[in-house]
């Protein structure tokens, strides 16, 4: 008995052909090194900068945008705008509307002559209305104008509120006793007695002394005048609040306005 055994397939592998490793010749090596060296060392505005040639075959340089520039506005544009009308309230409160009733000739006057603005007091909304008319010339008298009206709303004198509309570099500064210390009752009637001192003497000390004006309404301080003096007289209210003696505050007053008259010089 003769038993036959399966023959396994034959497969036939495909054999493919390495190609053989050239070694580049010297002279084609250090050529590719200088070619990568020239690139590298090219810099980034020659890279950037692409060369478009045109129908004609010629090369040009492609145009870089520039910055636009505008002409100025004509006289007439800008007195166009100027005429444009704007109105502002100002609120007044009611213990100030006696004073404003009196002191009313000398209020508007100044906002009609300097400015060129338009002013009128409204009773039933106890406030009053200004607006920019033909003969306002500046852009910010508007603004001006409302300054004024509130100075004298807050409590300063007109001839004091006036310096507002002449002078650029004056301010109104704000605050209450109860933003530098907590106080309450007779605590807090102490310290708005040692602001304004006997017979408003220490109040007038400051003012002299810092070349500003202030106002106390209650718990309020306010304190018209430029940056550095508000500075000056601000600091010293708040050592008076926080329960410094006046006359170490003179002494204080008495040594910054020795250094204020020295950068003067």
């Known amino acids: 008995m003769v038993v036959s055994h399966p023959t396994p397939p034959v497969t036939h592998r495909k054999t493919r052909k390495i190609p053989a490793k050239t070694k580049p010749t010297p002279g ?3 050529a590719t090194e200088s070619v990568d060296e020239d690139i590298s060392m090219e810099p980034l505005t020659d ?7 045109d129908d004609t075959g010629e090369a040009s340089v492609p145009h870089i945008p520039t910055v636009p520039s505008f002409p100025s506005l004509p006289a007439s544009a800008v007195s166009s705008q100027s005429l444009k009308s704007e109105t502002r309230r100002i609120p007044i ?9 009196r002191d009313w000739v000398n209020i508007f006057s100044p906002l009609t002559e300097i400015l060129g ?6 009773v039933q909304r106890r406030c009053v209305e200004i607006r920019t008319s033909k003969h306002t010339k500046e852009i910010g008298a ?3 104008g409302a300054d004024f009206v509130k100075a004298y709303a807050l409590g300063f004198d007109v001839n004091d509120a006036i310096a507002l509309l002449r002078l650029d570099d004056l301010f109104i500064d704000s605050f209450e006793i109860n933003d530098v210390k907590t106080l309450h009752g007779d605590h807090l009637s102490r310290a708005i007695g040692r602001i304004a001192g006997q017979d408003g003497k220490t109040k007038f000390t400051i003012e002299n002394a810092s070349r500003t004006r202030i106002v106390l309404a209650d718990t309020k301080i306010h304190i ?7 500075k000056i007289a601000r600091d010293a209210i708040v050592s008076l609040i926080l329960g410094t003696p006046p006359g170490k505050v003179y002494a204080g007053l008495r040594t910054v306005c020795s250094r204020l008259k020295q950068r003067a010089l």
């Open 93 to 101: 409160p009611p213990h100030r509307m006696t004073p404003i009733k």
């Open 117 to 122: 603005l338009q002013v009128r007091m409204n």
């Open 142 to 144: 508007l603004q001006k």
């Open 28 to 30: 084609a090596k250090q």
């Open 47 to 53: 890279q950037l900068a692409t060369v478009v040639e």
């Open 224 to 230: 018209m005048g430029s940056f550095q003096n508000i």
